[in-house]
């Protein structure tokens, strides 16, 4: 599950021109607006990450007029956004430790999102017929979640000097296909499908007749991808028809994931798209505040592309994260 809510230190506590009442607080890479005072440099604090879904209860009830949300897909809660305040960008929501009795002896970076009952806020990526579910994901079939850079600042200095790419982070569904032992299989991000060429997660099998080439190949591979096009998150790209853009290849018998070159060979072959490549170099050495700045841009239909994913050439899944186009989150609707 993914770490929504942690213990965090205030890097810095930075002034708002001309706000008598706010500041900005910084931690790890991201940056709160905070009520003036209310932290220190060096103090502790309750770190509530964008997307994250708070049950309702007192300590958050200030939260209602703004983000208050009732809906099917996820039940009653507060949902944390990226928004703009007295002109400055805050990426979440930063809470003092004292208004947590229920977490003493608990210490920086540990992880308390469900001891606080926070759940991740869900957007449904597609109004089209996913399939019929059979199961959950199989074990060993691996998620698709990749880390935002802000969450983890200290990937930019183990990147740093090392072979990288950067690619367009696409705005779609994942769609997982596996070969395995002769069995093919489909996966949404957390369930196995049905196989059904009419279900979406199974168009990239049917599309580009993997079935067989799959089997001509003879090796057991996972294969994921953003499956994008009409009735997917508004379809930003606005394609004419389901595309299935691969980011991950995944050798299954030796369990590694395959370096950048030797997954586009394989795709090329099965003549299956790669996730757009934006620039490939020897000597990784971009900083925070510039990768977010590269971070922003337009897809060719002229919309706000989601983001990029920043990786190792060689270990694609060993150094990997993504950093959002905050010009995008801004304008993200519920």
């Given at each position: 599950m993914r770490s929504l809510v942690t213990i965090q230190k205030v890097k810095m506590?930075?002034?708002?021109?001309?706000s008598d009442f706010l500041e900005t607080a910084h931690i790890m890479g991201w940056q709160c607006v905070?009520?003036?005072?209310?932290?220190?440099?060096?103090?502790?604090?309750?770190?509530?990450e964008v997307d994250s879904f708070l049950p309702v209860e007192p300590r958050y009830e200030f939260l209602r007029s703004s983000s208050y949300r009732d809906n099917a897909d996820n039940g009653i809660g507060f949902r944390i956004r990226t928004v703009r305040m007295r002109g400055q960008l805050s990426q979440g929501l930063l809470l003092p430790l004292l208004k947590f009795p229920e977490l003493e002896g608990f210490n920086e970076g540990d992880d308390v999102t469900e001891k606080l009952g926070v759940k991740k806020w869900y957007i449904p990526e597609t109004a089209n017929d996913g399939g019929v579910m059979i199961g959950d994901r199989p074990h060993g079939i691996p998620a698709s979640d990749e880390i935002r850079i802000q969450s983890a600042p200290e990937l930019l200095e183990q990147l740093h000097d090392r072979?990288?790419?950067?690619?367009?982070?696409?705005?779609?569904?994942?769609?997982?296909?596996?070969y395995i032992d002769g069995k093919v299989g489909c996966c949404s991000r957390n369930k196995e499908i049905k196989d059904d060429e009419s279900a979406l997660y199974w168009m990239p099998v049917y599309k580009y007749g993997l079935k067989e080439k799959f089997a001509?190949?003879?090796?057991?591979?996972?294969?994921?991808?953003?499956?994008?096009?009409?009735?997917?998150?508004?379809?930003k790209l606005r394609l004419p028809g389901i595309e299935w853009y691969i980011f991950d290849v995944k050798d299954w018998d030796s369990g590694?994931?395959?370096p950048y070159d030797t997954l586009c060979e394989i795709c090329a072959a099965f003549g299956i798209?790669?996730?757009?490549?934006?620039?490939?170099?020897?000597h990784f050495s971009y900083s925070l505040e510039t990768l977010l700045e590269k971070a922003k841009g337009k897809y060719p239909s002229g919309l706000d592309k989601e983001g990029i994913v920043v990786r190792?050439?060689?270990?694609?899944?060993?150094l990997s994260f993504k950093v959002l186009n905050n010009d995008a989150l801004l304008k993200e609707k519920d």
């Open positions: 506590i930075s002034a708002i021109p001309d905070v009520k003036k005072g209310e932290f220190q440099t060096g103090d502790l604090g309750v770190y509530f072979p990288y790419y950067i690619t367009t982070k696409m705005d779609g569904t994942s769609g997982i296909v596996y001509q190949y003879g090796k057991n591979m996972v294969l994921t991808g953003e499956i994008c096009g009409p009735g997917i998150q508004k379809n590694s994931y395959l798209p790669v996730v757009p490549l934006e620039e490939r170099g020897e190792d050439i060689n270990h694609p899944k060993a």
